[in-house]
């Protein structure tokens, strides 16, 4: 194995309980406008219509902003309630209750502090600040020398320049840096593809492979055993951006 002196990681999913705090938002959201409506199934149809909108941001043919406004607009037609002033409003108020579920998966925290002072990074297919919120509102944020969400790269993964902006920004190159992520074909193998080494946390266990706790990281990855005298101190480089180039297009 090869050796590793830095780490990147998804957010949703791998470090924050990401369903369940979509799961839990809406459910509080819809109550508290009290609705009358299934409330699971209200919740089932709100998930289905996240996936869409979301899909189309990463796409490229919509903006964070306006692909929160379509989702809104699309469960408040569903809903078939009355409904005034500009949906985007609508979804700010699920998404304060959406960021008061937020919760780090158990493993988060002890598996973090066993990497040291590997330097660490985050690549997400969010928007950078939304991603920058959460990792604030689970008191994660200072952890990460860099924040990198679609915005910043141009691309979402599995494309290979989110994972190069990620490692650039991070300061190592993609030979030596991993790459940690739920998803077993969009983090972990494209991130092998990118050149970086994948990681999939496979907390179920389902299939086998990768790993089940986030624990288990640190004895995985073969550290680099004089990172501590030479990793670069911890600093906020979020606002780095790649240069989008032809060539790196």
């Given at each position: 194995?090869?050796?590793?002196r830095a780490v990147l990681f998804d957010v949703d999913d791998t470090l924050?309980?990401?369903?369940?705090?979509?799961?839990?938002?809406?459910?509080?959201?819809?109550?508290?406008?009290?609705?009358?409506?299934?409330?699971?199934?209200?919740?089932?149809?709100?998930?289905?219509?996240?996936?869409?909108?979301?899909?189309?941001?990463?796409?490229?043919?919509?903006?964070?902003?306006?692909?929160?406004?379509?989702?809104?607009?699309?469960?408040?037609?569903?809903?078939?309630?009355?409904?005034?002033?500009?949906?985007?409003?609508?979804?700010?108020?699920?998404?304060?209750?959406?960021?008061?579920?937020?919760?780090?998966?158990?493993?988060?925290?002890?598996?973090?502090?066993?990497?040291?002072?590997?330097?660490?990074?985050?690549?997400?297919?969010?928007?950078?600040?939304?991603?920058?919120?959460?990792?604030?509102?689970?008191?994660?944020?200072?952890?990460?020398?860099?924040?990198?969400?679609?915005?910043?790269?141009?691309?979402?993964?599995?494309?290979?320049?989110?994972?190069?902006?990620?490692?650039?920004?991070?300061?190592?190159?993609?030979?030596?840096?991993?790459?940690?992520?739920?998803?077993?074909?969009?983090?972990?193998?494209?991130?092998?593809?990118?050149?970086?080494l994948g990681v999939w946390v496979n907390r179920s266990g389902a299939g086998?492979?990768?790993?089940?706790?986030?624990?288990?990281?640190?004895?995985?990855?073969?550290?680099?055993?004089?990172?501590?005298?030479?990793?670069?101190?911890?600093?906020?480089?979020?606002?780095?951006?790649?240069?989008?180039?032809?060539?790196?297009?």
């Open positions: 194995m090869r050796t590793v924050i309980d990401y369903a369940g705090a979509e799961h839990d938002g809406i459910v509080s959201y819809l109550r508290s406008l009290g609705v009358e409506i299934d409330i699971d199934v209200a919740a089932a149809r709100f998930g289905e219509l996240q996936e869409f909108h979301f899909n189309r941001f990463l796409a490229g043919r919509t903006d964070y902003v306006g692909q929160a406004r379509s989702l809104a607009k699309d469960m408040i037609a569903w809903m078939k309630v009355r409904s005034t002033g500009d949906p985007y409003r609508w979804f700010l108020g699920y998404r304060e209750r959406y960021e008061a579920s937020l919760r780090l998966f158990p493993d988060v925290l002890d598996g973090l502090a066993a990497l040291g002072n590997v330097p660490l990074g985050i690549v997400s297919n969010s928007d950078t600040a939304f991603s920058r919120v959460k990792l604030q509102r689970v008191g994660l944020l200072s952890r990460f020398n860099c924040v990198v969400g679609v915005d910043a790269a141009g691309v979402s993964k599995p494309h290979p320049r989110i994972f190069h902006t990620g490692c650039a920004a991070l300061g190592y190159p993609p030979a030596v840096t991993a790459y940690v992520g739920d998803n077993r074909l969009g983090d972990a193998a494209a991130a092998d593809a990118a050149g970086l086998g492979g990768g790993v089940t706790d986030l624990r288990q990281l640190a004895a995985t990855l073969e550290l680099d055993p004089g990172l501590a005298a030479t990793a670069p101190q911890r600093q906020d480089r979020s606002e780095w951006r790649e240069p989008l180039t032809p060539q790196s297009v």
